[in-house]
């Protein structure tokens, strides 16, 4: 079954507001024609009036008098200063939790093996992140009319100090978390995966769940004698509330799982579903089995999003491109199964790496699987989180 279905306002297919006799629309047209009809325009306004008034209004050739001096807000996509979705800065991080979601790059490549840059996706992430609006159509949602969202900048990232960097990271996931704002992680290669689990581990009481895609399983000891990005969930699945049965690895395969991580997941009894697993099942059971692993027994489930899990033609600029990975609308929709199913705790994307980059599409799809999470999380009522 479709996302969009569970979600079909009018699953008899009957719709006050459609044209009588219309019947041309494929379902989830029909939602998305419908949804948008229910979403308010007040934020928006609000955008256009602070705009005005702090932008001054424009020059009085100008004939479409929302249109300010300097620009304000969204429009137009080239312009303005690249905060993630053209979000406030918020540079005082004690207000994280002022924010449903706050966006925090973390800038850090010291644990590539090969090609490195990811230092850079932030930077990357967030620029052509201003040529997204706040809706999307299939999903039926305006994340500028339902939700805050806030950026934070990025960690304070130690060069070549791995150990460092990740005693950073984990200090910072950990307050973003502990604010209340769902954390949206903008790496930085994969070894951060090891520091954000922990710094949103140490806020739990219960158990934390991953589930992890990628083309690679990261699950051995050490690689080049240190934690380097090849190895975040063997460290992580040494936390006592981070057990390895509820760590659930999707999209792995190819010639770049080396044997001693997957040792170790056998050993620990980590699930793995390879590329053809997960499309041989379908991608609606395939999700379904992901969210039983993950959720097993625990409290909160963090999503991390290696790129590379994304078939190399789509990513051409991550650390270890592998062929033979997902297609985008494939992996996007096992994304927002996942996220329509229950809250996560928040999301990781990472290997993002913009000097390998072609014409910005490895930073556009990851900014995509951030958008598509937020809009599911919030038109399945898991944002804004209720707050008492
Ligand atoms: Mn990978």
Known sequence: MGAFHRHHPHPDGHHPGA???????????????????????????????????????????IVDKRIPTFSRGELPHFAGINTFLKAPYVEDVRRAGDYDVAVLGVPFDGGTTYRPGTRFGPQGIRRISALYGPYSFELGVDLRETITIGDLGDVFTIPGNIEKTFDQVSKAVGHVFASGAFPVVLGGDHSIGYPTTRGVAEHLGGNLGIIHFDRHVDTQETDLDERMHTTPWFHATDIPNVPPKNLVQIGIGGWQAPRPGVQVGRERGTTIMTLTDAVDMGIEAAAERALEVAWDGAEAVWLSFDVDCLDAAFVPGTGWPEPGGFLPREVLKFIQIIADARPLAGIEVVECSPPYDNA?????????VICDTLGCLVRSGHLPKGRA
């Open 19 to 61: 044209a009588p006799g219309h019947e041309h629309y494929g379902p989830e047209a029909r939602y998305a024609v419908e949804a948008e009809s229910t979403l308010p325009l007040s934020k928006w306004q609000e955008e256009i009036d602070r705009g005005l008034e702090l932008g001054l209004p424009g020059a009085d050739s």
């Open 360 to 368: 910005e599409i490895t930073a556009l799809i990851s900014t995509r």
